[in-house]
Each structure stands twice: as C-alpha cells, then as structure tokens.
Antibody, heavy 116, light 114 residues
C-alpha cells in the first residue's frame, strides 16, 4: 500500500527554522513528482512547493520563495521541506502529497506553529 | 495566477437529496492539445488530509462512489453528489492544475446535513 508518513513540525519562534520530512513507501518513489500543501487553521488549502522525480526542478508559491527549500533523497525515499525565516502566517498543517497535477495520496499532516 | 472561486461557501442538504457545488476559474483550464480540463475535486473531513474524488473535471478516482460526479469545461465546473449520505459531510475543494507545477485551490465548500 502507498504510504506517506510525515515527521517534524512543532512550535518555533518567528524568524526560526524547521525541517519537515515525508517518508514514502509502497510505490516507485523515483517516478513521481512530490508536493507540499499547507492549510492554515480553519482555512483552505494552499499549494506550497513541489519537486520533480530527480530533484532537478523545484517550484514554490511566491510567499515562500527564498525562505523554503524542497528536496528529496531517493535512497531514503523521502522528501523534505526546509523552512527558514518563519513568519506567523506560515502557521499551518503541512501535508506532503504524491503527484504534480493531482494528489491521490497524502501524508497525515504535521502542524507548524510560528509564535513567540 | 489562476483564481478559483467556489459557490456556495456552505450548503445544507437533506439525506438522499442532491448537492451541487460550482467552481469557476479566472481563465480556461482546458488544455486544447488533448481536450482535457485540468480540474480536480477533493473531499476533506475534519482532522484528515484531502481525498481525491475527481480529476480531468469528470473522471472519478478509483474507489469513489458513483454518486459523485463532475462536469463542466473551460472555466465553469460542477461537483454533484446525487444522493447525499451522512458520510459525505465534509469540505469540498476544486483545484486547477493547468498551471502545473503551480496549483491553486478554491476556497472550499462546506456540506452539511439539513
């Protein structure tokens, strides 16, 4: 079965950093784009970033460009979201998902709270 | 950026009745080279990640009950639940992937039981 299991998240002060992880299993990892989507408390879904199969192409929503970095490790079948210079408005549940057009598998989500 | 606008923001429907949600995109998401509309629908229940229901505007994801159907083309789309069940209470989102790798979602429509 396809599984995406997320790690990381938590409380961080404004200006701080955090790294999210997403471990994939049950499918051929190297053949799929992977995506990060977030959801602020009580709000809708927002696409954050994605990365192609070999990590050579990355895209970001404008609000995180220059602050967030998506990466992947094929040996660990994992993707990562390095979040720097965090702001209060980055507070959200972050989901990893499989796919670059539609996401048919999602991680369980992890809460990131940016607050002093 | 392509802006997705859903209506209504919420609706209450009696069990067994039809629920209809509309989604409008600020520009066409019809990819003319293959005549596919790059529009998907997701269902999200409280505390859970979204679940893909429909892609290419009208193709049901495997395992999705046939009471869920999608229609539309270009800029105007509809998700219909033909006979609302209790387990369908959720928030529904449309998503365009015409501008992939960048996606945009509608603001969501909350479906409740009347």
């Amino acid at each position: 079965d396809v599984q995406l299991v997320q790690y990381g998240g938590g409380l961080v002060q404004p200006g701080g950093s955090l790294r999210l992880s997403c471990v994939a299993s049950g499918f051929t990892f190297n053949t799929y784009w992977m995506t990060w989507v977030r959801q602020a408390p009580g709000k809708g879904l927002e696409w954050v970033a994605n990365i192609n199969q070999n990590g050579s192409k990355k895209s970001y929503v404008d609000s995180v460009k220059g602050r967030f970095t998506v990466s992947r490790d094929s040996a660990k079948t994992s993707i990562y979201l390095q979040m720097d210079s965090l702001r209060a408005e980055d507070t959200a549940v972050y989901y990893c998902a499989r796919g670059d057009r539609v996401a048919n598998y999602w991680g369980q989500g992890t809460l990131v709270t940016v607050s002093s | 950026d392509i802006v997705m606008t859903q209506s209504p923001d919420s609706l209450a429907v009696s069990l067994g009745e039809r629920a209809t949600i509309t989604c409008k995109s600020s520009q066409s998401v019809l990819y003319r080279s293959n005549n596919n509309n790059y529009l998907a629908w997701y269902q999200q229940k409280p505390g859970q990640p979204p679940k893909l229901l429909i892609y290419r505007a009208s193709t049901r994801e495997s395992g999705v009950p046939d009471r869920f159907s999608g229609s539309g083309s270009g800029t105007d789309f509809t998700l219909t639940i033909s006979s609302l069940q209790a387990e369908d209470v959720a928030v529904y989102y449309c998503q365009q992937y015409y501008s992939t790798p960048a996606w945009t979602f509608g603001q969501g429509t909350k479906v409740e039981i009347k």
